[in-house]
């Protein structure tokens, strides 16, 4: 689940993160997306010199923290060029992340972090689980969203989006 949202973090916002635990270390990257045409279903990225390739393979409609719960297939290929032609999208992101792990293998991430594409500020705000299967990927997400008191952030329903379609939106 993920949210993006113009403008620069809210104090609100940072303050929510802040006080579900002890500080954690910003990370500062630049990936260059893919912007699709036509399908928001499939992302193309290439970060730190590798090719990424992400599916989406379903989105459900359950009701949990105000957005929409996609599943994801990741793919990481080769190299890739570190200047891609026209057609994609520069996206500067520092982001601080927590972690929770839930039964067994099963975890959830959730992530607060600056985004700029061009000169435009944007905000996000990630709950990501993993697990074995899909019922314990839905676990280690209700986990999350309880553990980390989504309901104390207002996020709109409809900025609960993935990449590719906030990607395609962005590209005019």
């Given amino acids: 689940m993920r949210w993006f949202l113009p403008g620069v ?5 940072a303050a929510w993160f802040d006080s579900l635990g002890p500080d ?3 990370e500062s990257r630049t990936d260059r997306y893919l ?10 990225k290439v970060r730190e010199g590798r090719v990424e390739a992400k599916q989406r393979t379903r989105t459900l409609h359950a009701t949990l923290a105000n957005g929409r719960v996609e599943a ?8 890739a060029d570190a ?6 999208l520069s996206v500067a992101k520092t982001r601080r992340q927590r972690h929770v792990r839930v039964a067994g293998r099963a975890r959830c991430s959730l992530e607060l972090a600056a985004l700029t594409v061009g ?15 899909a019922a314990a990927r839905w676990r ?10 989504m309901g104390e952030l207002t996020l709109p329903p409809e900025a609960s989006k ?3 379609e906030w990607l395609r939106a962005r590209s005019g």
């Fill in 140 to 149: 280690a997400l209700r986990a999350g969203a309880r553990r980390w008191n």
């Fill in 72 to 79: 994801w297939r990741k793919w990481s290929l080769g190299t």
């Fill in 83 to 88: 200047h891609p032609e026209p057609g994609w």
């Fill in 9 to 13: 973090i809210p104090e609100t916002a």
């Fill in 24 to 26: 954690v270390t910003p």
């Fill in 119 to 133: 000169e435009e500020p944007w905000w996000s705000v990630c709950l990501e689980a993993s697990g074995e299967t």
């Fill in 162 to 164: 993935g990449y590719p």
């Fill in 35 to 44: 912007v699709p045409t036509e399908s928001a279903g499939l992302g193309l």
